[in-house]
RNA sequence: UCCGGGGUCGUUCAAUGGUAGGACGGCAGGUUUUGGUCCUGCAUAUAGGGGUUCGAGCCCUCUCCCCGGAACCA
């Protein structure tokens, strides 16, 4: 995975701080040349496209100088994590191409942590504090405003130790006790005064089960997991920068077994028309807005993969981004652009019509069957042709037939000659509609000299379109997926992303195809000639997800003059 | 209000005191049996003011703007 990823574009290994910061500890010898990452997950969910980005660091990093990335599970609190999200996490990295090995568990170190939680108690650095939680909040002060010291906060060592395996024992009921770190309540970082380090909750854990009583929090338990793991650098998102004076705290005052860890923080990645608020996603979900964790119109990776995005191509997105400290967005265009560039290389083409009306060939022999050769990907010719039967009866997409064609409108039309990919030249001569005047009918004439779609004489056609024999046709359905948010960054106006929502982000259609498509198999993608990349679903034979459509710049031409 | 982190083409990432560059997007053209791919070209940026320097996006200083921080969440 080290190697520059096949299909980005052709620039130098761009440089970014986090790189070059481990590259100069490695030079200076900061940890004996040993490099060691994490990617700390809390099992309370399902992982999203910003992970990604995580992932491809935290692993990237460690592989790029030869070290090691553990996947380790952030379970510290009881209430919101299960197995289920355990598996969910550790199948998503692996498909996403990195190998997690044996995970790893904060709950591992529960043991060793509530160790060094006496050991910061008998040394004068942590407190028991029988105050609930909104008077040790109201004492922390605010901004610019001065804490108030806990009238527990000089307990003696032994009293402090007594209440604490007290704590642990579970004879104490929830919430009555807290332990502290005696840091200091005049910080001017919040997050140093005396921040909470356990808490009493009896709940039973996903790995523990009814072990503990005593929960450390993240603080608490993040960086000394790192040290006990031997993690050289903790990469993490912005949003930690406040704590990490409070993680170099701890990992001070702690009787660590080896070099204390660095926290490094970079952006986390964020895309237009997108969010990953888990919050928010879970309720699309039970609102019915969408059909589950894995529907395609959302960025969790298992809806990704279902929807037909090549793990490659997610990581060459995400190496492509880099890493930065900037608050940014990037446009989902790019992650698309991605997507297609790896897909265009790879996926077999195949032809489809989605909204089919029919073109009768006026003048083809009646019953008459000829088999016409296809090039299966002209970016691959090792995916070798394909014989497709054509008839004189064929559906085509009804956007490639217009009875009054607007300007520079290349299809179809009375008079107009085109190509029918790999068969003929054919020239519409007429067409039939019913009492609403919707067309019912394409009338055309066919060249029998064109026969593979050359014109001997060499005349030119404008236009290629695709097509397949009514006779032969395979049903499908195809699930076409918008943008779930209209707006760039949804919620930006109201607060509230679900105020923009797109109405209308899934169509399923049913469609005609050629026989191939009924040999794809399960998650595989392929391209509908000019409609876009297809996967085809995980379970039911037929269905189709479009994973993107193709570049439209008729299209888009079309959607501008309006 | 206090502390911290940021601010470079429309977007995003580079340029580590020495020619402001790439990608996506946009526009224009060429090739093409996908209005796809590919190829060529074009346009657009250092938040503002002072300073240091032969030379500043980069260093100093003041201002402005954005993000984060006062869970017994992570």
Not at 547 to 555: E, F, I, N, S
């Amino acid at each position: 995975m080290s190697e520059t990823p096949s299909n980005a574009p052709d620039t130098p290994a761009a440089s970014n701080f986090v790189r070059d910061l481990v590259r100069a500890d490695n030079e200076q010898g900061t940890f004996g040349g040993r490099v060691q990452t994490r990617f700390p997950p809390e099992p309370n969910g399902y992982l999203h496209i910003g992970h990604a980005k995580a992932i491809c660091v935290d692993f990237g990093i460690a592989e790029e100088f030869g070290g090691l990335c553990k996947l380790r599970f952030d379970d510290t609190n009881p209430v919101t994590e299960e197995t289920e999200y355990v598996d969910a996490i550790v199948d998503d990295v692996r498909w996403l191409g990195f190998e997690p090995g044996e995970p790893v568990y904060a709950s591992d170190y529960f043991e060793t942590l509530y160790q060094w939680a006496e050991h910061l108690i008998a040394t004068g650095f942590a407190y028991v504090d029988d105050q609930d939680a909104e008077t040790i909040s109201a004492q922390r002060g605010g901004y610019g405003r001065p804490g108030v010291e806990s009238p527990f906060r000089d307990r003696s060592v032994e009293e402090n130790l007594a209440l604490f395996r007290a704590m642990r024992s579970g004879d104490l009921p929830d919430g009555s006790h807290v332990l502290r770190a005696k840091a200091d309540m005049q910080h001017e970082n919040m997050q140093l005064r005396d921040p909470i380090m356990y808490r009493i909750r009896h709940e039973h854990h996903h790995r523990t089960g009814d072990q503990w009583v005593l929960y450390p929090t993240y603080d608490w338990a993040h960086g000394q997991s790192d040290a006990i793991e031997g993690v050289t650098h903790s990469l993490c998102s912005l949003e930690f920068d406040s704590h990490r004076a409070l993680y170099d705290w701890y990992l001070e005052h702690c009787p660590l077994p080896g070099d204390q860890p660095r926290q490094t923080e970079f952006a986390r990645l964020e895309l237009t028309y997108t969010i990953t608020s888990k919050r928010k996603l879970r309720q699309l979900i039970d609102d019915g807005v969408v059909d589950g964790w894995d529907d395609p119109r959302l960025p969790t990776l298992r809806a990704l993969r279902r929807r037909g995005y090549p793990a490659t191509a997610i990581r060459s997105f995400c190496d492509f981004i880099g890493v930065a400290k900037t608050n940014s967005r990037h446009q989902i265009e790019m992650l698309e652009w991605f997507i297609r560039n790896e897909l265009n290389r790879t996926a077999l083409r195949r032809m489809a019509v989605l909204r089919p009306i029919k073109l009768v060939v006026t003048n083809w022999p009646a019953g008459h069957v000829e088999m016409v050769e296809l090039v299966n990907n002209p970016e691959n010719p090792d995916d070798g042709v394909r014989e497709v039967p054509f008839t004189g009866e064929v559906w085509i997409e009804d956007d490639d037939f217009k009875a009054e064609p607007p300007p520079k409108y290349f299809r179809l039309t009375p008079g107009r000659e085109v190509r029918l990919r790999g068969a003929y030249y054919v020239q519409c001569t007429g067409f039939s509609n019913d009492a609403d005047g919707n067309v019912t009918e394409v009338h055309c004439t066919y060249d029998p000299d064109t026969r593979g779609g050359n014109a001997p004489d060499g005349r030119k056609v404008k236009a290629t379109i695709h097509w397949v024999s009514t006779a032969h046709a395979v049903p499908i359905e195809a699930a076409l997926y918008e943008r779930l948010f209209a707006a760039e960054v949804p919620g930006e106006r109201t607060g509230d992303p679900i105020d923009d929502l797109r109405p209308n982000s899934k169509t399923v259609l049913a469609g005609k195809a050629e026989a191939a498509l009924g040999d794809v198999a399960p998650g595989q993608v392929v391209q509908f000639e000019r409609l876009g990349y297809f996967a085809r679903d995980g379970e039911r034979a037929g269905l189709f997800h479009r994973t993107v459509g193709l570049k439209d710049d008729w299209a888009n031409a079309q959607k501008r003059t309006k």
